[in-house]
């Protein structure tokens, strides 16, 4: 069952909004954005392990933060 997390309460009896948590990245998404990140600084110089973190961290982001209005 996905996490739930609570969006704010006002104190005031009000209900609060119940949200789920998005899934973490799988394995795939993780590897597949990696190796695009590799791919854009040139392959070769580098660490895999860099390009793996700063894929998961992009793929952890909220996907508002990207949204251009």
Same mark, same amino acid.
């Given at each position: 069952?996905p996490e739930?997390?609570? &969006?704010?309460s006002s *104190?005031? @009896?009000?209900? #609060?909004?119940?949200q789920?948590?998005p899934?973490?990245?799988?394995?795939?998404e993780?590897?597949?954005l990696?190796?695009?990140?590799?791919? &854009?600084?040139?392959? *070769?110089? @580098?660490?895999? #392990?860099q390009?793996?973190?700063?894929?998961?961290?992009?793929?952890?982001v909220?996907?508002e933060?990207?949204?251009?209005?």
């Amino acid at each position: 069952m996905p996490e739930k997390k609570r &969006a704010g309460s006002s *104190g005031n @009896g009000d209900s #609060e909004v119940i949200q789920d948590s998005p899934p973490p990245p799988s394995h795939e998404e993780i590897a597949r954005l990696a190796y695009v990140l590799w791919q &854009a600084r040139g392959g *070769g110089d @580098g660490s895999a #392990e860099q390009d793996w973190f700063e894929a998961e961290r992009q793929l952890r982001v909220p996907k508002e933060k990207f949204h251009v209005a």
